[in-house]
């Protein structure tokens, strides 16, 4: 492909979409970067649960239990009643006390994960997803978020659901194949910076306006409607619920 062709099929479609949010929204509030392993009990507690919710449980757990070490040595009945909240803490609570137990294990009898600085993505990656309870978005949060501030796209149910209304990739593929297909479509220029900012730009949006359900009411006055099939469709009339 020559030079000119590349840049007449430049894929913008990711660009646009950020400037739409970011005219929208405004640029989302700078994010104060935790320790990973801070970021990896967040994250952990906080699949399938409200925001505000698994703020206020990791809060809980802090004040409830002064360390990590403690949490990962207390009953796991103890665990499981502070993070009631969350959804599955009958699930969760052993999930994270059995990650806790590893970590110290695999890092000399220290309950850290700074030794995963300077490592690869994708070597971290693969390690934080072989624990159980760990998928894809927590193992990209704890990449891009924490102080590792590595390159990863987050992909919650907001965000797959966005991508695939707006086409950017196809309905059937899994939230780890949207992640792997967004990063590809991503400017190179982007850091992890500017991917934590498109993240919370889908997300805002996923929560305020592109909800799960009854979205449709939304889809007129929506600032993304130029850019979006599925909101064409469903001013249009055309689309079947
Ligand atoms: S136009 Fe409708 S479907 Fe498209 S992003 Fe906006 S709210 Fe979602």
Redesign the pocket.
Known sequence: MSVVTAFLFEDRRLEDLHQALLDAYGPPPERECWSPLRQLVYSMLSSRTKTETSHEVLYALEKRFATWEQVRDAAVQDVMEVIAPVRFPEKKAPALQQALRRITRQNGGKLNLDFLHGHSEERIRRWLESFDGVGAKTSASVVNFSTIRGRALAVDSHHDR?AK??HLVPQSVSAEETERRLLAMAPAAWGPEMLDEHHSLVKLHGQL??TKID?EK??ST?P??KM?P??EE?VAGNREV
């Open positions: 966005i209304r707006l306006r592109c979205f939304n889809c929506c993304l409607l979006c599925t909101g469903v």
